[in-house]
């Protein structure tokens, strides 16, 4: 099956207060890391959905600041007209998601799956996606219809999955990744 990825872009960043998709993680923007990820776990095609232009294929929100599903409908068309028949949705506020944190996701067989206790990340059959869901529904009722299970989510993972909506969460998960990236760095040598 081909996968597309969805990063969802159109927030506010109201508890933020500043645009999260630019925001810098350790010399990189947030866009950037969520879509090294995505390409990285296979996806074909990569879109940012919002309405800010981040130098990435971008899918205008029909529905500006209406939510995270009216941004999967946004991009769903596009990735079909691409090929794809599988979406991998993230949020633009997780910049330090792994791709192992995600790969019984990716892995999982049947409709889709996603985290316990988490609407984002999520992996869908894009057949799955039911006709008449509208842009203002909530993500767990998009979910729940399209037959999306939900798996057991570790512990480590739950911070870098749930991402950064406060400059304290950004605080925190930033100093995570800095180690991270040196440990990788140092092992590499």
Not at 34 to 59: E, I, K, R
Not at 122 to 141: N, Q, S, T, Y
Request: aromatic fraction near 4%; glycine fraction near 12%.
């Amino acid at each position: 099956m081909a996968l597309g990825a969805i990063i969802l872009t159109g927030g506010a960043g109201s508890r933020m207060s500043t645009d999260k998709a630019a925001l810098s993680w350790a010399g990189r923007r947030a866009v950037d890391r969520v879509a090294a990820l995505a390409q990285a776990v296979g996806s074909q095609v990569v879109l940012t959905v919002g309405l800010q232009n981040y130098g990435l294929p971008l899918v205008r929100d029909g529905v500006p600041f209406g939510g995270p599903v009216g941004g999967v409908l946004s991009g769903v068309p596009i990735l079909i007209e691409a090929g794809c028949d599988r979406v991998l949705v993230l949020a633009v506020d997780a910049p330090t998601i792994r791709a192992s944190d995600i790969e019984a996701l990716l892995c999982h067989d049947g409709a889709g799956a996603t985290f316990e206790g988490l609407h984002l990340p999520m992996v869908v059959d894009i057949g799955r996606l039911p006709a008449e869901a509208l842009a203002d529904w909530p993500l767990a009722r998009l979910l729940d219809r399209a037959g999306v299970a939900r798996l057991a989510c570790s512990p480590d993972a739950q911070p870098r999955l749930r991402g950064a909506n406060t400059p304290d969460e950004q605080e925190v998960l930033l100093a995570e990744l800095v180690a991270w990236e040196a440990a990788q760095k140092g092992g590499a040598g």
